[in-house]
Every structure is written in structure tokens, then in C-alpha cells.
């Protein structure tokens, strides 16, 4: 089984597979692009609409390829609709599966991610996928993406107090980490939490959607053409990479 | 006043500013432009996608020659984010305007649309927009919206046949119409359910938005740059039509 | 276009319409008056009660010398529903008009108003008019209406703390003003709550209301008569001023 | 113990106390009054509207005679909210007391009323109520209050009729008469919904409420002040019949 | 009229009827019984698992020796649904009661409990309850079941203590107590919160539930069959004291 | 890895592990066990309550074996909560994890299952775990448990018309079968969609729920000890098979 993971950024070499490597096995090989076309790092709306042609491309490549799976490595899951439309094999964003992950494995959840400007994203997500009854709320440790490599002990910290005051102030019972970047820092965040005399799991969005996608892999599932029907045939003006 | 209508596909001839003429006054005129890149149709959120950096385009131009509220020609509202982002002049999307003005005007509301591809699109715009506790249903014609053109009389029959169920079986109240090329049908949809014993609004999207766009424009009011705030300055690979 | 403004109090004198008078134009004209019965101010349950029968004789007579549309002026909505019954103009609420304007414009948006007594009741209007799932908080500034027009200075401090704390505390991305006796308070608590550094739509309902009415009028709009249906003919004990 | 009824139309005759009478007991007593200013029925926003000056002018009137709750003896619970203002005993509505009672009997339930103009007034009582979740349908027997009299057998058929509906059609597990001129019929139902194979409860809203209430009173329990405090004061105009 | 009280645990002496005797009458008895099996006091979801066969044991006794209704004496409603099955006289849960009053008496209601392991249980109940929409919060005293008992005076003030909290930062208009090894704390609390200048209901669950369940069974109600059909005939092992 | 499948009922020979067996790998075995005391198959209530015992024993001992985590066999998720308190491995509910996949690959999903009497049972645990904004309907069969086996050609038949119906007229873009004894039959019902026209995913819940296990146990997650907090130690009466 392959799962191929779409970093919807052109910046290279913020994003390694080194946390997710361990998870790969004698049948699970996990391969990984960058997009085209589009922004340097996703912290808004623009940034999003402007990752989504490049997303679709890489889709369309990644199955062509003969991937078994394809995961979005943003937390804003961008592009996911519009990619399930032209490909056949589940496409997964580690948003929608690390949040209902989140509401199985505990009472109410909240997510902690980096901008004020992303807030309003994740809670229309919520709303969309049906997670809103279980998310007690979405909190930020105000720094840039393109920033969170300069000092990862600081990124520790701001996130692990961000998640104590989820769980002192929102009644968070289980934290999901709310951008890609995050990857590798749950850990630390459940044994600092421990420490204050809290024991609630911490979710790593791309690992734990890496887990779930060979699970649905291995189930022989895929997402509904119902909701997710092959868009009709007709003429598309300034993409040329893109034939669907 | 001047209004700018952004047609979010690349298909010239079939939008007609003739319905939304009669608005004009004294102080306000209406200007319109397609977008440059993307889509013949807007059918799926593939479609969607590809409409939105040229969304965006025309957005920040229209801004630049000084018009003073857009409104992008779709019920998928695509781009409202990304175009409330990196302009300051309100943008306003049909789809949202009209499910509001629906709950406003009556207990609860059905959308009629074109095709099952955008039922969950719109079904998930009401999550967002927060009008899901007055949307009745949603429903559709099966028209392809590149083929409502063809048959005048039948589309205005389906479209009152659709109506007509959505009172009787789903409780609507009111009905908004759920395609922007369905313009200048509401009327005739109206007499035709006041014909059966159903006095309640038609809302026709796009001559709706021009008046409502008209009194926020009047009011002095805009979007919130607290939930829009203008994206951070950084790279942008692929798209030189777009400098923002 | 004539639209009447009824203001639902007894009280002669603190009502005036100079702030909307600037929304007059060549084709909007604006006209108000007061009701014969009920309280001199409404700030209760009981208040608004005692106010209807008055609305409700204003709407007729309203309607009969030719307005086109009918704002009622308090932000308790009264009697909106048993006008728009008696009358087929427009009757707007500002209370329903303004939340559902600040939903559109911002992901979330606060009511600030006068006395805890009126909490229960806009919140109770969000439900109805299902403006819920955006209304992030109801906060009062314990003013009672009469000693409003006392100290403006006082009036404006109060309103712009208030409306910071729902920014800061509650997660506001827009402010309703939520009593019609602040009117033309809007501007500056925007300029206070930019001063702060947030950058957010402070809706003064009277003049949105208005220029919302005038495009519902310009539009051909009205509320349905599925919902306000209108009343059944037969016999009313005591209020001879009301002929339906 | 004495339990006042506020009917509240001025039309003498309809309202019989007979089936609530056998309710009465060595420590119950049931008394009544008609309002002295208002519509003949309520059905609609407007009956409501007049109805509730003359509601509240009863409710002074039997709490100041010693009642110990009083009931508004209609299911729109016109004036409820104003009467727990101006009192202090418990003042019950029969919607919100069977809409509650249903809601701990069943999975769901649904209402069957008169006619299509009271079913928003019905479903937004149930937004406010918090009662939404558990409401399946409301149903209509398109009889008017008046002439409910006019025919036992008839009324009976049709409720039954359209009980049915709701147990098959919209999955309903309890019914609630949706009009207290229904009064008595709720077995005839329960036995025709037996015979066709459906055992479920039938709330008789008026003989319901005077139970609850008789319980509230013996609890020591009354609705909170913090939600309806009593009225400042301060002058009204035109109800020379109320004082408080 | 006997209603029997079921106290879901083995622990003698813990629970005394004294404060529910004044509610009896010359036509109300109250009985009560322990479980057989089961735990010592009702802290989590395994303590509720564990007494539900004894419930069930004790309901089926109860009907069986005439009662007229059930009351099943802990907070968490363990077996309501279950027991319901099994007989045909009504079964209250005081946690289903008291969230149905509290929500009929005010704007919105807080419960006060034991300890945090209990917060899920009761906020899930209110999801299924229906009463989620009218639940402010539930708020902990951090004293087990067990050593409730210890200190009456520093039960009283954690009581109270916690429900000015509640009533100041979560908008609490009414008070659920959370545990019914509280009976007889509501009007000390009542007093307290008097004292801070709020005036509002606090509502002692077990009495509270008396009076409504003595209200039911004189109104000739009882749950619905079409939601708890008696269980099929078939084989159960390892319970001899349960034969339905 | 080994996952551990509880079958909680006491009848010896219906459950088979091999639809599961293939998902049996190198670095995963399934192991089962039945109860020992309980009922002889899962349709109500009464049946879930008297299996949790009997449930929380075997999860006790199969942490006690080394198994990884624990899967319960049945729709109704009986014991899930308990089970969680007094284990630390992973305990997963099919009914849970399935919803949450259905809601993730699809824009609406129908539960088809059994019988009447297990509907409020979904509908309540939906409530519970957050995914009833997503669930369209349950539909039953009206196959008792133990007849399944009888006729599976009958079983497959009734099993795609109900999804049909979901489908057609409930809106489903997904399908859940709502009880385990349906292990196998997925690929039927898919096919009998697709020769309709619908292609969309029909889950079968211990299948997909085995692949989920194993990749929460392969993400080194488990559910909240901040919701499932271990029991405090005190004694249990009538249990001795349980020590916790």
C-alpha cells in the first residue's frame, strides 16, 4: 500500500517525513510532493483558494502513479472536495480526520493552531464536517508558520500552554494540533500536561491520518461518488496541467 | 454607486446584465466582467476551485477602478473569502444575501438548483452562513446549467414544478432561486405558485444582492476585517495576474 | 419611495430622526411616528406587550396613507410578526435585519445592549430568527432607556467597553448596537475598537434597517404571506381603533 | 391550593371546565376567567398580540385574589413571558408544559393543531422552549377554533387522522393536542392509535398543565426573577385596567 | 397514590425520606428500597452500569407491588430507559425531570455537582434529553458521594459558592442540583444567591420529581411504548432475581 | 498487535470472526470471546443494560491477556463508557467509530438496521457522539436478531431495498449497517446501489472498525482519561467476577 501526501506549499524543505517514516512497514510505503503553483506557507483564505489548482494536479498525478491514498498536509484540508471529485482513491484531510478522531477518544476537544486569521476557517470546517457539538474551541499561539522552525522549544511551550488553557478554561478533554507544522511536538505536550495533572490525548494531525487512511485503505473504503461525483466534461481556460 | 458583478466563468454571451438594469438610477450604475481563467460552468466544487484565483483577479481590478461593492455571479459564492480578504470594498456573495433575505421573509425556505452535485455545496454554505435552521430544502431540476437556455418555457416550468414541492412537501415558506442563470424567472415562479393557492416570495438572486450590495454600500458598512483580515505579505508561485 | 418609522413608545421627544435623515435622497423618503397606547419606553417582556396593540394600529394606518415599507424602531422587534399579518408592505424588524447583516458581514457577532432584563429576549429572537449559530455573546452596559440622552459621553465610553470586552472575551467579529435609542453611536466605537487595534463593522440598526428596506422595496420584495397570513375576519373587544 | 385559568378570548361558552373539574380535589380547586379585551379565537400572531394586555390584566387580578398559579388557557402561551413578569406565582403555558411533558415521555412527539397559520407560531415556541430537538412534525386538521364545536365526531376523526400521519410519517412517539379547544379528545385518539397497532401517550395540554402546575406550587418552586424580573416603573398609556 | 423511590445503591442509611415526607398526603404515599447488587455511591459510568440490573430487579418489584410510579434516586438516571422497558407505570429520572423544569422556569439553567467524572454523564443526558439548548453549564463542588455527608455546612457554602459562579459567569437563571445525596440544600442555596442580589429557583431534585411524578400519574400519563416496547421473550443469563 | 472483539451475548455459535479473518496480517491477530452472563442477542434497552457487566469483565481480562485494544460487538456500543473507565488500551464501539467514518467519507449518512425498537437507541447515541447533524435517517428491516441467519438472500434483499429507500428518499450519500450480524453483507448492498444508479459507500461496521483500531493503536493513541477517568476504589456488591 502507498499513501501519498500532498504538501500544498512551493517553499521546500519545511516539510520532512521523518516523524510519519516510522509509520511506514513491509506493506506501507509513504511517498510525499510539494505543489506547483501557489503560496508559500497557508494561513488564510487567499492562501488557501490559491493552493487548491496545485492540489488537484498532484491528485490526479498521485493516482495516476498508483497511489493507494492521498492525504492533504494542511490543516485547513484544502482543496479536499474538489480532489475527491477527480480522483477515485480516498483523499483524506488530517482536519476532518483528526477532529473526529478527537470527538471518539473524548468529550469535547479543542484545537490550537497558529494565526488569529485561521480560527474562522477551522470552526466553518467544524461546521461542515459535523464536529461543531464536540469542539470546545479553537485557541492560537500567534506564530507564523514560516516561523515555527526558528525556535522549537518555544513552540513547545506556547503550544502546551495554549492546550493547559484549553483544558483549564474550555473544558477541553482531548487537543488536536491544529497546523501541519506541528508534526513531532504532541509528545511533549501530553507528558506537560501530564505534569499539571491532566491525562488526555494529543493529536498529531498527518501521523494519526497516515494510521486512519491505511485503515480505510484496508477496508476497502473510499469516499462517496454520491456527494463526490466526477465533475461533467467540459472546457477549463488557464490550467493546462490540469486534465481531468 | 457603482456596482461590479464578477461572472465567475469564462464562457462569453450567456450572463445578461438586461434583468439587472432596471436597478440602475441616478446613483447607481453596474458594471460587469467574466473571469479570465477557469471554468465554462459552475456545476461541482471542482468547478468552484478553478474559478477562484480568477475570482480573485477580477476583484482586486475592480477595486483599483473604484467600484464600490462586488458581487460574485454564482450561488456557490465561490471566492467570497479569499476576494473579502484582499479587498476592503464589501463583497458580497448571492447565495449568502439571499438565504438571509429568505429568513427574513418567511418561516423557513427551499433552494431550488440545477443539478444533485450542488445540493451538498449549498447544504454546507448554510452551515456556514448560519441559515441551516431555516432552510427547508434544497432542491433541483436536473438542468445542466450550460442547457437552461435551451428551452425557456421548460425551465421556467421545472423551476415551479420544483417550487411547487418544496411547498407542498417540504414547508417552505419562501423560495430562492438557486442558480444566477435562473435570472429573471422568480416572477413567473410566483404566479405560478399563487396559482395554486401559495402567496410567498421568489428571491432572484442577483437583482436581490444589487439592492441589498446598494444599502451596505448606503449604510456605510463592510465586512469584518477582524474575521477577513488582508493576507500577510509573502511569495506567491504561478500566479502573476495576481499581486496583492 | 416613502418608508414610515413607527416608534413603538408614548414618549414624545427622544426619538429623532436626524441621524437616518441623511439616508433621505431624491427617490427615499422617511416619516415617523409614535404610538397612541403603551409604554414610554420598552426594556421588558411586559413593555413590548403593552406596545403591540399600538404597532399594530400604526402598520394599518402606515400602510393605508401609502408608505411602501415599515421599520418598527426598537430592538425588541415588537410586534413584527402581528404587523406583517395586517399589512402586505415590508415591515422590518431592526433587530432580525441587524443580526442577520452583522451574520454576513463577520463569523460571529455581539449584541451590546442596555439592561439585563432584554438579554433573555434578543437571544430568544436570535433563536427564532435562527441568527443563533453567529451570535457569540448579549452584553449590557445597565443604562435603562430614559437616562440614555443624559450624559452622551457616558453613553459612548459604556458602549465601547462593553464592545471590546465582547471582541476580547467572547470572540466578536462584528457589533450590533442592540437598543435603537444609540443610534449614531456606531462611529465612534469603531474608531475606539480600531484604537484597540481590531478592525470590525459596528451596526447602527436604525440606518441599516432603513437602507436594507429600501433595497427589499427596490427589489420587488415582501414578506410571505405563507407565514403572515392574514388574520381571519371576525370580532375584537376593546381595541376600537384597530379594523382589519 | 387554587389554580386560576385565564382563557384568553372574550368569547363566553366555549371553554367548559367540566374536564379538568374531575382534577380538583380536597386540596385543588380550579377556578377561571375570560379576558375583557381581546379577539373571539386565537389563531394567529395577531389574535395573540390583542389577547395578551387583557392576559396580563387577569393575571394581576387572580394573584391579587390569592391564586396560587395561574394557566394561560391557550397553546400559543400568549402573554406567558409578560404575566411571569408582573406576578409572582407560577403562571404555566399548556405548550410549554406538554411540549416538556412529551419531550420526558418519548424519543419525540409531534403537535397537531387547527390550521397552517399557528404552525410557525407553534415550531418557534419550540426554538424558544428548547424544546426543537425532540418536536417530529406539527401537524393541521384545517378545522378554525370556532367551529371545532360543530361537530365532536368530526374533530375526533380528524385528530386521530392526523395522529396517525405523525406516528407513521414523521416518526412520532407521543402526541401533544395542539389546541386547548381539543379538550377531552386525547383518549379517543389513544384508542384509535391502539387499534392500529400504536401505544403511545396523548397529552391533553389543559388537564396536563393543571397536574404539573399543582405540582410546581408543591414543590415551592416559581419561574426565575433573574430571567423575569418585575417591570421598572414607569407610566403606560391607555390600559387604565392594568396596574403594577 | 404510592410512588416508590429506588435508590441505586447497596449503602444503608445513606439516604433518608425525611425531606420528601412533608410532600406526602392523605392520597400520596412514598416507599423507597435499596438495590440488591451493585455500588456503594454513583460517581462515573461504571457505578451506573453496575446498578442497573439492580434497578431493573427493584422496578419490576415495585410495579409488581402496586406502586404507581418510580422514582430513581441518583442524578445520573441509570436504567430510566432500561427499567421503562420493563413496566408499564411511569419511571421518572430526576435528572430528565429537574433539566425539564429548570428549562420551563428560565432562560437557562446550570446544574452544581459532585465531581468532574460526573460533567460528561450529565451533559450527554442533556443531549438526549433535549435540553442541551436551555443548559448553561454543570459545575463541580469536588466532594465525593460519599462525603457529602461529613460537613452539612461545607457541602451548603460549596453549594452555594459554585452556584453563584454559576449564575455570575455562566448566565444561570436556575439551579439544578447535580446529586440527590443534596436533598435539602436548595433553600439554603436559594437564600445564599438571594443574599447576592439574585433571585431565582434552585430546584432539589428528588422532591421536585415527587410532585411532578404525583402530577403524571393523576394526569393518567405514563411513557410512551412506542419508544420502550417490552422487551422480546427470550433467554437471560446469569440475573435469576430478573424474570420479565 | 491484537485486537480483542467482545461479543456481548451469551449465545454460542452466530458470531464468526472469518469476514474479519482477512484483515488478520503479520502484525495483527484477532482474537473474541463471548459474555458470560447477559442476554442472548442485543434489541432494546433492557438487553444493552443486562451486557455490561458482562462486558466491563471481559475487558478487564482481555487488557489483563496483552491484547491492544478492544472492539465491542454490537450497534448499540453497550458498555463503551464503562469499559473505558477501567481500561487504559484503546475501546472502540462500532456504532461510534462507523458514524464517524460515514460522516467523513460522505455529505450524509443512513444507519439501516433491525428493528423499531433500536431506533431511539441510534438516534440517542448520535446525539451523544456528535454525529447527528450528519445522519440522515435509521431504517429498519424488521428482522429480528436471531433470524438473520434464517434466510440470507432475504436478509441481503431487505438490507438494499432499506438502503435503496435511504438513499432515494432520506438523502444518503452513505450507508452504515446498524447491526453487527449484517458482517458480510456490504458488497451486496453496494452492488444493488450501483445497478440503481448510486455509488456510495456501505459500511460494515466490525470490518471498518478493526482497520480503525489497528491504526489508533498504531498512532499510539486512546481515549481521554480526562473523560474516562478510572473508578475510585470502593466496593461493588454482586460482581465478583469484576475487580477493578
Known amino acids: 500500500m502507498r499513501i501519498h501526501l500532498i504538501t500544498p506549499i512551493v ?111 477551522i470552526e466553518n470546517l467544524a461546521k461542515v464536517y459535523g464536529t461543531s457539538a464536540k469542539l470546545a474551541s479553537v485557541r492560537v499561539i500567534n506564530i507564523p508558520v514560516l516561523e515555527l522552525e526558528a525556535s522549537p522549544e518555544k513552540l513547545t511551550q506556547a503550544l502546551a500552554s495554549a492546550s493547559l488553557a484549553a483544558v483549564e478554561e474550555d473544558g477541553a478533554h482531548a487537543i488536536v494540533l491544529g497546523c501541519t507544522g506541528f508534526l513531532g511536538c504532541a509528545t511533549a505536550i501530553e507528558t506537560a500536561l501530564k505534569a499539571k495533572g491532566y491525562d488526555l490525548p494529543v493529536i498529531d494531525p498527518i501521523p494519526a491520518t497516515v494510521c486512519v487512511a491505511a485503515g480505510i485503505v484496508r477496508a476497502g473504503l473510499t469516499h462517496s461518488k454520491r456527494t463526490y461525483a466526477h465533475p461533467r466534461s467540459k472546457d477549463l481556460k488557464g490550467y493546462p496541467a490540469i486534465n481531468i
Chains 1, 2, 3, 4, 5, 6 share one sequence.
Open 11 to 121: 517553499t521546500e524543505g519545511i516539510r520532512t517525513l521523518d516523524d510519519v517514516a516510522p509509520l511506514q512497514s513491509a506493506d506501507l510505503t509513504i511517498t510525499q510532493s510539494l505543489i506547483a503553483t501557489g503560496p508559500v506557507s497557508i494561513e488564510c483564505e487567499f492562501d488557501e483558494a490559491m493552493s487548491v489548482p496545485g492540489i488537484v494536479a498532484e491528485a490526479i498525478a498521485a493516482e495516476g502513479s498508483g497511489a493507494d491514498a492521498l492525504i492533504i498536509d494542511c490543516m485547513g484540508d484544502p482543496g479536499l472536495k474538489a480532489a475527491r471529485e477527480v480522483v477515485s482513491i480516498p483523499v483524506l484531510g488530517p482536519s476532518e480526520v483528526s477532529m473526529h478522531l478527537a470527538a471518539m477518544l473524548g468529550h469535547r476537544f479543542s484545537v490550537v493552531t497558529v494565526l488569529d486569521s485561521v480560527v474562522p476557517m
